[in-house]
């Protein structure tokens, strides 16, 4: 099994930038597609990002140029830099795994998530 762990959420101001991070453990195996989603109260789970084992990636539209998605496979660790917070990112992100080839933008292409962690944005 594959556990993922993620952290760096909190409470922000509008304008305000944070790194989430996700480390992931167990049976990871190489060549394994990492993800971003969010749920924000009373609104279905979006996709945020997916970044490929040789580092492709791939941005909704509102995470482009504002979110960067990034990995340290050697710590088996997926990374999502947010600048230029807003309001409405408030939302619990989770980290999702992917252990065959492909990035799907659909959570129903992911095998394993994280617990998630809050990212509260203030105005």
């Known amino acids: 099994q594959v556990q993922l762990v993620e952290s760096g959420g909190g409470l922000v101001q509008a304008g305000d930038s944070l790194r989430l991070s996700c480390a992931a453990s167990?049976?990871?195996?190489?060549?394994?597609?990492m993800g971003w989603f969010r749920q924000a109260p009373g609104k279905e789970r979006e996709f945020v990002a997916v970044?490929?084992?040789?580092?492709?990636?791939f941005y909704t539209d509102f995470a482009q140029g504002r979110f960067t998605i990034y990995r340290d496979n050697a710590k088996n660790t997926v990374y999502l830099q947010m600048d230029s917070l807003k309001p409405e990112d408030t939302a619990v992100y989770y980290c999702?795994?992917?252990?065959?080839?492909?990035?799907?933008?659909?959570?129903?292409?992911?095998?394993?998530w994280g617990q998630g962690t809050q990212v509260t944005v203030s105005s």
């Open positions: 999702a795994l992917r252990s065959m080839v492909g990035v799907p933008t659909e959570s129903s292409g992911y095998g394993y």
């Open positions: 167990g049976r990871t195996s190489s060549g394994a597609t």
């Open positions: 970044i490929t084992w040789s580092n492709l990636a």
